[in-house]
């Protein structure tokens, strides 16, 4: 059916089907009373006639819509609608027999929430009033409320057996009528619970009677009900709602089948397949809908139960206790619309909607997806496992909006391929075995509401990109991984979110730009209603002073009212230097139980260095208070009369048992760096030693008591193997490690080396030390024995020991030898002039020695003569030895007066 309506002095009708079609806002937000907008069609120029015919229908309605008198709807028309933040739309519908079915279709824009569906057979209900009852002002009151799921789907209300559905009374009455109404129904769609502006349209329809079942569906379906339903039938007196509402019972282990209390009625073959609960089928009499959550289902379903239900769009099995058969009705089903089987018993991998048999890498490539119109996607809470076919079911269900598989065993990496989903609301894989880090592909989701990781493995840092391009995220959910760094600034075009949950990672840093940031968007007009925000960072490594952001929350107004919780314990928030505690600003505040800020962390305090003078690289002990051994734990070094940014750091280890002290290395870079040279920092000044447990929250005089900061400062030196007035000679880089560098850059060399940088080896240029040595120009100085450039010739190698090389690699060959390495032997020639010298020195040794031996023959002779008393030499020479003490040539006897020999006086 047409809508129909006026647009100024034009008459037009809209376009046939239900279009989503958008107009401006100014266009579409006419106040009707105080709380309520009027729905506008949207339409296109008809004849005169037709014209006149729905301006008359146009009269009926165009006035209507406030609380007493609410806009009459015309089933199955599509309405476009704009309507404010905390305001209402009043609408009728007539239900013309007990046997039409209600059905809504939505398609909404919104930046939160969408708006609520509310049914009342007893009079318009709105927020905070009600024609026949005085209810409480802060809620809404109807029969029934719907909470449409993502911007877009649609619903066909079930006649449930309990009778606690649509079509029967509850609020007015106070309990659930056990007897359906038709007649007109009341609808009012409200924004007050959803705190933003919603536009779009929205379809109401009643359904007329669809003819009887399809007889081969019926038996799937009766099949199925004998096989996890049947065995486990309720007692008649049984309830599935009376033992869900008692509080000592577990709902998800529901002891009956409540399916058909009544068991299998043999007349449902001639009835309409809406006799049967949890049943809906199309007007050819196929199913196209299973709403059975919650009724006590066990076991498996029967095998191909997708063949025999073809045009199965929506399936709902939550809450029951199947093993199996309902992958493979994920697997097999082509026109799926909305597939959810939460807690169960189910097993086995995450099947791809639609794909069939076809192996999952081929699944649906090239046909745009086969369950294109599958928008809900839910596994949660069973036991499945295994990676996610991310690029599966982007390919196979592109038009996805709700993904939620949380509370499996689901193994592997969160897949980049399902940033291709991009109308993608709702991502839920919590609370499953996940690794790996997150991937920055999934920032192109800018429709993502609600994105929950939590309870898994993950590791790395929060890519940037998702808090800058995510703008529609409301909820994000990262607590219990392991993911570290510091969390991303949130980016000025994500202005909606609203629930943070960053608890029990390892993230850093400060926290103070993030709640900036949620200040400066809850105090806008738009945002001042947000109520249950919530913050929470427990347990991660965030630092820094406390933020003062939070005074601004918790002192203006809206952002106080809007604000649920702001949980920052389990962090290290640093203490105030002058309350030892919190700030006076936030000890002023008064908090609820709900916000946390738990204990802040003293600042560490320095006492003394050991050594106090080190050299680059060399290890410190730095001794202090109020230590806490941490992965974050830094010394700092600040060079004298430069900022802290030009300061060098070295992290901080700790020793177990010791509370006092920390060993840090100083800086290999601390004077060779260019901050040093900036700041004229040489060998032999001191550099000042700060230490921090977490983040930057120094020992400085910004984070002590006013007065009470003592400097700690140590003499840095240059290194072994390092001269130079910042270092800069090295033995290695100046003289090339083979000699001691001076302060003026000079090379002492080692043994074997010379030149300027010892660049010259005798080993390698002279063939080793013995052969020769390399002098300050490169040259070889040879020793004797070796000749040629490089000391390359030695006696040996080239001339046997027979003689001396010459340079050129030539040998002087000693007597008796020639030849290129005197290797010829030669007679050697006695009248050569060596030969006769070497004669005549010969003779003469020999004469020489005949000579000797004749003199000493003959004075043996003549002393052997004197012994004997023959004065041989006295008559030769008395006259040449003159007489002493006048004795002349007396005899002179020896003491004892005998006369035995001659002697002479001297």
Not at 376 to 387: E, H, I
Not at 392 to 406: D, N, S, T
Not at 661 to 679: E, F, M, S
Not at 734 to 747: L, P
Request: aromatic share 8%; with cysteine; proline share 5%.
């Amino acid at each position: 059916m047409n809508k129909v309506s006026a647009l100024k002095d034009k008459v037009t009708v809209m376009r046939p089907e239900r279009e989503v079609l958008m107009e401006e806002s100014e266009a579409k937000d006419k106040r009707v009373g105080a709380n309520s907008v009027e729905p506008r069609p949207r339409y296109k120029e008809m004849s005169s006639t037709g014209a006149l015919l729905l301006l008359l229908l146009l009269l009926l309605t165009v006035n209507a819509g406030n609380l007493s008198k609410p806009t009459t709807l015309v089933s199955g028309c599509t309405y476009e609608l704009f309507l404010p933040d905390r305001t209402e739309m009043y609408l009728v519908l007539r239900r013309p027999s007990l046997a039409h079915t209600l059905s809504v279709k939505w398609n909404y824009k919104f930046e939160y929430k969408p708006p609520i569906h509310v049914f009342s057979w007893n009079g318009q209900c709105c927020f905070g009033r009600h024609p026949s009852i005085n209810i409480q002002s802060n809620v809404i009151y109807g029969d029934f409320v719907q909470d449409p799921l993502g911007s877009a789907g649609s619903y066909t209300f079930p006649e449930k057996s309990d009778g606690e559905d649509v079509y029967h009374c509850a609020g007015a009455c106070r309990y659930y009528n056990s007897t359906p109404h038709s007649g007109d129904i009341f609808i009012t769609i409200s924004t007050w619970l959803a705190y933003n502006d919603v536009e779009g349209s929205v379809t109401f329809a009643f359904n007329e009677p669809f003819p009887r079942i399809q007889r081969a569906q019926l038996d799937a379906v009766r099949a199925m009900y004998s096989v996890t339903c049947a065995p486990y039938q309720a007692p008649r007196n049984f309830t599935g709602l009376a033992y869900a509402k008692d509080v000592s019972t577990d709902t998800d282990t529901m002891p009956y089948c409540d399916w058909l209390p009544g068991g299998w009625e043999p007349a449902w073959a001639e009835n309409s397949c809406e006799d049967i609960a949890g049943v809906r089928c199309d007007r050819d009499g196929n199913v196209v809908e299973l709403e059975l959550s919650q009724r006590g289902l066990r076991g498996a379903l029967p095998a191909g139960l997708a063949a025999l239900l073809p045009k199965l769009a929506e399936v709902s099995l939550d809450g029951n206790r199947l093993t199996g058969g309902v992958l493979e009705l994920v697997r097999d089903l082509q026109h799926l619309e909305s597939f959810s089987a939460t807690r169960n018993n189910l097993t086995g991998t995450v099947p791809c909607p639609g794909a069939g048999d076809v192996r999952e890498a081929d699944a649906c490539r090239g046909v745009g997806g086969v369950s294109s119109q599958l928008h809900t996607y839910s596994l949660s809470f069973n036991n499945l496992g295994g990676a996610i076919p991310g690029a599966c079911i982007a390919r196979c269900a592109p038009a996805l909006a709700a993904l939620q598989l949380e509370s499996n065993r689901l193994t592997g990496a969160v897949p980049a391929a399902l940033a291709a989903l991009t109308v993608l609301v709702l991502l839920d894989v919590s609370q499953n075995e996940l690794t790996g880090t997150l991937p920055a592909e999934l920032a192109s989701l800018e429709l993502l509401q609600t994105l929950d990781l939590s309870l898994n493995q993950l590791t790395g840092t929060v890519p940037a990109s998702w808090m800058s391009n995510m703008s529609s995220l409301f909820t994000m959910d990262l607590s219990f991984n392991r993911l570290e760094g510091e969390f991303p600034k949130i980016g000025d075009t994500l202005t909606r979110i609203r629930r943070l949950y960053l608890g029990h990672n390892r993230f850093l840093g400060t926290f103070e730009g993030q709640l900036a940031q949620l200040a400066g968007t809850l105090q806008t007009d738009r945002d001042a209603f947000a109520s249950g925000t919530t913050y929470s960072v427990l347990s991660n490594a965030f630092s820094g002073p406390l933020p003062f952001a939070m005074y601004t929350l918790f002192t203006t107004p809206s952002t106080a009212v809007a604000l649920a919780a702001l949980e920052l314990g389990g962090n290290h928030f640093r203490c105030d230097p002058e309350t030892g505690s919190w700030p006076l600003w936030a000890l002023r505040l008064k908090l609820s139980h709900s916000h946390v800020l738990g204990q802040c962390t003293p600042v560490p305090t320095v006492t003394a260095v050991a050594p106090d003078s080190a050299a680059e690289g060399e290890a410190l002990t730095v001794t202090g208070a109020s230590y806490q051994a941490s992965d974050e734990a830094r010394c700092r070094f600040t060079f004298p009369g430069a900022p802290t940014r030009e300061a060098r750091y070295a992290p901080a280890t700790f020793t177990a048992g010791m509370v006092s002290a920390a060993g840090c290395t100083l800086p290999a870079n601390i004077l060779t760096g260019a901050a040093a040279a900036a700041a004229g920092l040489v060998a032999g000044m001191e550099v000042e030693v700060s230490i921090a447990m977490y983040g930057d929250d120094f020992y400085d005089p910004a984070t002590v008591p006013k007065g009470t900061y003592t400097a700690v400062k140590i003499r840095v030196t240059c290194g072994k193997g390092l001269a130079g007035a910042r270092c800069q000679h090295g033995d290695v880089m100046t003289c090339g490690g083979s000699g001691v560098a001076t302060d003026v850059g000079a090379c002492v060399c080692a043994a074997g080396f010379a030149g300027a940088a010892c660049q010259f080896n005798s080993t390698r240029l002279c063939n080793g030390p013995e052969a020769g040595a390399a002098n300050n120009v490169g040259a070889c100085e040879c020793a004797r024995g070796f000749a040629g450039a490089s000391c390359q010739f030695s006696a040996l190698a080239t001339c046997q020991l027979r003689g001396l090389p010459y340079a050129n690699g030539t040998c002087e060959c000693t007597a008796g030898f020639s030849g290129a390495g005197c290797g010829v032997e030669v007679e050697v020639e006695i009248s050569t002039p060596n030969s006769r010298l070497a004669t005549w020195a010969l003779g003469l040794i020999a004469g020489g020695t005949i000579l000797l031996v004749l003199a000493a023959a003959f004075i043996y002779y003549m002393v052997r003569l004197e012994k004997k008393g023959e004065p041989l030499f006295t008559g030769i020479l008395q006259p040449l030895i003159p007489s002493v003490g006048g004795v002349g040539g007396d005899d002179i006897r020896d003491d004892e007066g005998g006369g035995g020999r001659r002697s002479w006086g001297i």
